[in-house]
């Protein structure tokens, strides 16, 4: 970012090097800025978000500004307690209330039929408001604090991998913001499973670590995410669905489920390549074209830590100026589903590899 770009000095405050007074005064300090309008990114276990005043039109406008993002792609509104859902909803149903008790606090966003309070801006012109809450204590205490819903997209900007650690904010948002929380690597590293409650029969928007499997015992009408299409994408209820997210500098291809080793050994090894794979396919492929940049991503039946490490390798990639980004394929099972949506999502295109 040019120096005209920077707006504003920005705090990178690392909760776990300093004291509890020194915790509670960071709270109290970035609760100010909140309440006046301001940003302050945070971590939840999903990824680090940026947070303003989700009754605030102004500061969601901040939001969108910050970001890059489009003024269409609605916010994520966090909140620290059930009782906090209530003004910001037309009503409560009992299906959501069935989830929040089984879920919350954790990765879960509900949307319902948003209630006057909630601005347009947050919801991205909608009259439907997503709402979760976080399983992280800085989050659940920062909401505390400064007594606001916080509307909060991830801390990134638009359409770059989102971010897992808090260096990772501060590299996207240095003097865009007054304020960073770090509270170091998060937990999961994939954004929240996204269940639209607005409708007669209930959808999943976006997958993540909560999967249809874990939702349907609680939602008998729960329909399958499925990857959406003509006006579902124009007019998005959810974030993810119309815009290019996730993706790194380079041109990321994603590889066949099933990917032979003659592809590696006819690989040109070039310097500004690289492959994200599991440890596993690593000891494999990695003879067969050793100069290559070989980024491990996780054991390869370890769903957790490769969705985990997935943005932070990403991340990596663009640090190391990476040109060509080949990714390993994997399971859609559970987690699994998750983590291959947002891989579709920041690959430039599949790899086809005729058959010999």
Sequence with gaps: ??????????RWLKTNEISMKEYRKALEDAASLLRD??????PTETVYGLGGNALDAEAAAKIYSAKG????????????????????VEEIPSVCRRLAFEFWPGPLTMI???????????????????V??????VALDLIDTCGLPLAAPSANRS??????????????????????????????????????????????????????DDLKPFVPRLK??????????????????????????????????HVEDDFFRALESKEKTAILASTEKIARWRRFCPDVTWIALGAEDDLD??????????????????????IESFSEDGLGEALMNRIRKASSCPLLIEKQ
């Design 37 to 42: 309008g301001e940003l302050v990114a945070f």
């Design 159 to 212: 359409g770059k991998p989102s971010p897992t650690r808090g260096e990772h904010v501060y590299h996207d948002l240095q003097g865009r913001i007054p304020m960073v929380l770090d509270a170091g690597a998060v937990e999961i590293g994939l954004e929240s499973t996204i269940i639209d409650l607005s409708r007669p029969e209930p959808v999943i928007l976006r997958p993540g670590k909560i999967t249809y």
């Design 224 to 257: 399958e995410y499925h990857h959406p299409s003509g006006r579902e994408i124009e007019r998005p209820k959810a974030p993810g669905m119309k815009y290019t997210h996730y993706a790194p500098e380079g041109t990321m291809i994603m590889l066949p489920l």
């Design 305 to 326: 830590s490769l969705a985990h490490n997935l943005f932070h390798a990403l991340r990596q990639c663009d640090l190391l100026d990476m040109e060509t980004i080949y």
């Design 69 to 88: 993002r489009p003024s269409d792609n609605p916010l994520i509104v966090h909140i620290s307690y059930i009782d906090m859902l209530e003004p910001l």
């Design 112 to 130: 319902l039929p948003k209630s006057d309070q909630v601005p347009m801006a947050t919801t991205g012109g909608l009259d439907t408001v997503a």
């Design 1 to 10: 970012m040019s120096e005209k770009e920077k707006t504003c000095q920005t």
């Design 132 to 137: 979760r809450m976080p399983a992280h204590g």
